[in-house]
């Protein structure tokens, strides 16, 4: 082959993964994901257009924004799945204990219900991401109400207060 004739994406193609050893794909999971190489320096290491890298990393879905895509879906299903898990022997319609009182027991177990009803709906509405951002919402706020229940009845919620008062005044003084 001359050296003025130009390679062929096939060429290239076998040129790459003979001189790596591995498939295109695992070579290019190599340049981007592991390397985090952009599409100028990793088309210069592997001797190609940029264009003909940008198209390599789209067919193996590994662009910056499919990759957060794909880590932002595996994050959900594990979610999904911590969830199913915790559910599995809860039975949603079961007596309230606290109900006919109005005591900070009987607001936890309501926190706790809601909190259980939420992670429900986000099974059911697994693949929807208008719902799924919403059940995020609302699962981080009880469970931050119910953070502050229990560090309030482990007596430890004025030493948490304190702290973001020092804090605060620390961050006061550097103004």
Do not use: C
């Amino acid at each position: 082959m001359s050296s003025d004739k130009l390679l062929t994406n096939k060429e290239h193609k076998e040129r790459i993964e003979k001189a790596y050893g591995k498939s295109l794909k695992d070579v290019m999971h190599e340049m981007v994901v592991k390397r985090n190489l952009d599409q100028w320096d990793g088309s210069e290491v592997l001797g190609i257009s940029k264009e003909l890298f940008v198209t390599w990393r789209t067919q193996f879905q590994l662009g910056p924004m499919q990759r957060a895509a794909n880590m932002a879906e595996q994050h959900r299903n594990e979610t999904i799945k911590r969830y199913q898990n915790e559910l599995e022997e809860v039975n949603l319609q079961r007596k309230f204990e606290y109900k006919s009182e109005t005591s900070l027991r009987g607001f936890k177990e309501m926190i706790e219900r809601l909190l259980e009803v939420e992670k429900q709906k986000g099974i059911l509405n697994n693949k929807d991401a208008t719902s799924n951002l919403s059940m995020v919402l609302q699962v981080g706020i009880l469970e931050g109400v119910l953070d502050y229940i229990n560090k309030y009845e482990e007596d430890n919620l004025e030493k948490q207060f304190q702290s973001e008062i020092h804090l605060l005044k620390w961050l006061a003084i550097e103004r």
